[in-house]
Nanobody, 127 residues
């Protein structure tokens, strides 16, 4: 059993910042990638950012590049998403994800490639 617990969501005005954190626990693979997806109202869930076990490989979606930063603390099994200069179009439920491949390489991309999910945290950006 694996648990992913997100924290840090909330409401902010455009141009503001929020920091999301996800803590993993349970029977995790020794080397697991972690990532953040988001699902705006009425839209598909999309990958925002991902990071390999060692942090040597990261991905950030073009829509948030230069504004969002993903990082992780392997000792604490946490992954963070720092979101700056937020825009109304960033409004969504943000989900933490982890895989079980036990490999330290390029993280998965497609939603179906991720094995574990958090319950989601709401981020609302007002104009």
């Amino acid at each position: 059993q694996v648990w992913l617990v997100e924290s840090g969501g909330g409401s902010v005005q455009a141009g503001g910042s929020l920091s999301l954190s996800c803590a993993a626990s349970g029977n995790m693979a020794s080397k697991h990638a972690m990532g953040w997806f988001r699902q705006p109202p009425g839209k598909e869930r999309e990958l925002v950012g991902s990071i390999s076990w060692s942090g040597g490989s990261t991905f950030v979606a073009d829509s948030v590049k230069g504004r969002f930063t993903i990082s992780r603390d392997t000792a604490k099994y946490t992954v963070n998403l720092q979101m700056n200069n937020l825009k109304p179009e960033d409004t969504a439920v943000y989900y933490c994800a982890a895989d079980r491949r036990d490999r330290d390489d390029v993280p998965p991309y497609y939603r179906t490639e991720w094995d574990y999910w958090g319950q989601g945290t709401q981020v609302t950006v007002s104009s």
